[in-house]
């Protein structure tokens, strides 16, 4: 089935632009959502269709998406971004969700 | 504002089956567009999709437990219930329903419940 790698942590300093990366064969031809889930709450979707943001996501948060590699990205960042960050797809040809493992973004 | 609001036993003894149901307020089931959806994340775990439904009935499963799984909608459809079968202690984990986008495809999960713990122990 249809696999995506992500790093398993990520640390960043305050004010700093953090990447995380999402990796799947051709993923590119995909649509990619992310999601943000701190400790003990839900996941909050923070970009989806590879590159918008909700409404309430701030303008910080923004992704990418080409090739084997979808990117989400976080300009400025915050103490409060301190979660745990996971990409997701549909896989066509199953027809099932497919989450990447998730990455633990740390604020240094 | 739409809310998704989980209920369901806290506890569920190995072997036995889980139940949960997950009641919809500030908007309608019936909608097109989206599906309706039961996620999970195990202790130490990632996220795991478990299934969606649509008001019609229409279902998707992951397929690794879909021969354990139904999903279904309430004939009240403002309820969707989840129902996982021989449960182990693989299967403690907090339980998230969401709604799911759909279109051409089935996209992302843009409202999410709480969620509630579901503890697999004799």
């Known amino acids: 089935s249809y696999v995506l790698t992500q790093p398993p942590s990520v640390s960043v300093a305050p004010g700093k632009t953090a990447s995380i990366t999402c990796g799947g064969n051709?993923?590119?031809?995909?649509?990619v959502h992310w999601y943000q889930q701190k400790s003990g709450q839900a996941p909050v979707l923070v970009i989806h269709?590879?590159?918008d943001r909700p409404s309430a996501i701030p303008e910080r948060f923004s992704g990418s998406n080409s090739g084997n590699t979808a990117t989400l990205t976080i300009t400025r960042v915050e103490a409060g971004d301190e979660a745990d960050y996971y990409c997701?797809?549909?896989?066509?040809?199953?027809?099932?969700?497919?989450f990447g493992g998730g990455t633990k973004l740390t604020v240094l | 504002q739409l809310q998704l609001q989980e209920s369901g036993p806290g506890l569920v003894k190995p072997s036995e089956a889980l139940s949960l149901s997950c009641t919809v307020s500030?908007?309608?089931?019936?909608?097109?567009?989206?599906?309706w959806a039961w996620v999970r994340h195990a202790p130490g775990e990632g996220l795991e999709w478990i299934g969606s439904?649509?008001?019609?009935?229409?279902?998707y499963y992951n397929p690794s437990l879909k021969s354990r799984v139904t999903i279904s909608v309430a004939t009240s459809k403002t309820q969707f219930s989840l129902r996982l079968t021989s449960v182990t202690a693989a299967d403690t984990a907090m339980y998230y329903c969401?709604?799911?986008?759909?279109?051409?495809?089935?996209?992302?999960?843009?409202?999410w419940g709480h969620g509630t713990l579901v503890t697999v122990s004799s």
């Open positions: 969401a709604r799911h986008m759909s279109s051409v495809s089935l996209y992302y999960f843009d409202y």
């Open positions: 269709y590879d590159s």
């Open positions: 997701q797809v549909w896989d066509d040809s199953r027809d099932q969700v497919i």
């Open positions: 051709q993923i590119g031809d995909k649509s």
């Open positions: 500030g908007g309608s089931i019936s909608r097109s567009s989206y599906y």
């Open positions: 439904v649509y008001y019609s009935g229409k279902t």
